[in-house]
């Protein structure tokens, strides 16, 4: 196991060449205030942030996760109703709910309502919960926009075949110029 992990370390250093980008970044054009702005739009609106970001495909996966933990919300909201409005006619001694041939024992409405009512409320958890994520990822893409990145910092991996003494080295050179 641990030669194995050696083995693809090593293949992992032999095969890949990492620079930075070619990006030349003018530090007058830099606006200190562009995170806060881009969370700000995205807390307005989600996907407004990403616009502002200029990056345009982050918007449906957006409004992808959002709408469906909206559309389960909603679907385990009206379930939920079902369930506990059955319960309750049974229990007024009406016959008319629309679980009335496929449920016999009142005891499993109960359990139907529960868990509808406990996957409602983990819906609302992912609501929130991308909702925030939307609010961060416009604020940290724009942080990183700013970031710079140029060709005085690059890793190379290396390998040195050493014949006279037939050792070999494997290894990272970083190398930073100013």
Not at 59 to 75: L, Q
Not at 85 to 114: M, V
């Amino acid at each position: 196991m641990k030669t194995n992990f050696i083995i693809s370390i090593i293949i992992f250093f032999i095969l890949i060449k990492s620079y930075s980008q070619n990006q030349e970044i003018d530090f007058d054009d830099l606006d200190p205030a562009a995170p806060s702005k881009a969370a700000f739009y995205s807390a307005v609106l989600p996907g407004l942030g990403q616009i502002y970001n200029k990056k345009y495909w982050k918007i449906p996966v957006v409004y992808a996760a959002i709408g469906t933990s909206v559309y389960s919300y909603d679907f385990n909201q009206k379930k939920y109703w079902d369930y506990r409005n059955a319960y309750k006619s049974r229990k007024a001694g009406y016959e008319n709910d629309p679980f009335q041939n496929l449920i016999i024992d009142d005891n499993r409405l109960l359990d139907g309502a529960k868990f509808h009512k406990k996957n409602r409320d983990l819906s609302m958890v992912f609501i929130v919960g991308f909702y925030i994520l939307n609010i961060l990822d416009a604020n940290i893409d724009s942080h990183l926009k700013q970031y710079n990145v140029n060709e005085s910092l690059t890793i190379n991996p290396y390998i040195n075949n050493d014949l006279e003494f037939h050792e070999y080295s494997i290894g990272i050179s970083l190398n930073l110029n100013f």
